[in-house]
């Protein structure tokens, strides 16, 4: 019980890095997650080159609506100080329904949802800006099939760009809970991350490779 949320944790600030090292202002918002995870609210930013904002924000699936007041805050202080582009990234647990709920009133301009849980159709055809969806190939919680249904509901909407993509030989959570020794886990994680940076470079108009 104890091992799994620093699991988490782990692959989340691998990331978080990840994005840093490609310029980022790399932003971690943490909301209380779960009755197994207790994690306050804490930000922790990690600065190279003032260019963009990654936010990152997990939240228990009852209390996602809390989780997007708790980030919206942060996102419009940023802009304030002149960070004109940000980019959120939500992973399970709630975090990609709090991010795409931002996708749909525009409070970010780029998204990326990765083994999304709590997610629906609808509110993927209610997203107003760029997104990429990332599931994996076993996921009882987010299977390839409704995956596939989010692919063709952004098809349908030629304005929103969209990058959709399935990991073979993964399960969900492999982008952010796997194990440093487990080579084959840590290079479909690398994979992801990199995707994302890439993703970000697109739609931001930057380019980066981070590994």
């Not at 944790?9 to 918002?29: F, M, N, P, R």
């Not at 997104?131 to 009882?140: H, M, P, Q, S």
């Not at 994302?196 to 697109?202: M, S």
Request: neutral net charge; contains cysteine; proline residues 5%.
């Amino acid at each position: 019980m104890v091992e799994r949320p620093q699991i988490l944790c782990h692959g989340i600030q691998k990331l978080s890095d990840v994005d840093a090292e490609a310029c980022y202002v790399s932003t971690i918002v943490w909301q209380r997650v779960s009755p197994w995870m207790s994690i306050q609210p804490i930000f922790a930013f990690s600065i190279k080159d003032l260019l963009d904002l990654h936010c990152l924000v997990s939240s228990n699936h009852k209390k996602h609506k809390l989780a997007v007041e708790f980030a919206k805050p942060v996102i419009h202080a940023l802009q304030e100080k002149g960070i004109p582009k940000i980019g959120a990234v939500g992973f399970c647990l709630g975090g990609a329904k709090v991010v795409v709920e931002l996708a749909k009133d525009a409070d970010v301009q780029v998204a990326a949802l990765l083994h999304p849980t709590f997610v629906t159709l609808d509110d993927i055809k209610g997203v107003k800006v760029p997104v990429a969806i990332l599931g994996a190939e076993f996921d009882k919680i987010s299977p390839p099939e409704l995956v596939k249904q989010f692919e063709a509901a952004l098809q349908a909407k030629p304005e929103v760009d969209h990058f959709v993509k399935i990991f073979p030989g993964v399960s969900h959570g492999w982008a952010v809970r796997y194990r440093d020794e487990a080579v084959t886990a840590v290079k479909s994680a690398q994979e992801a991350h990199q995707d994302i940076v890439d993703w970000f470079g697109k739609c931001l108009q930057t380019a980066h490779s981070a590994l």
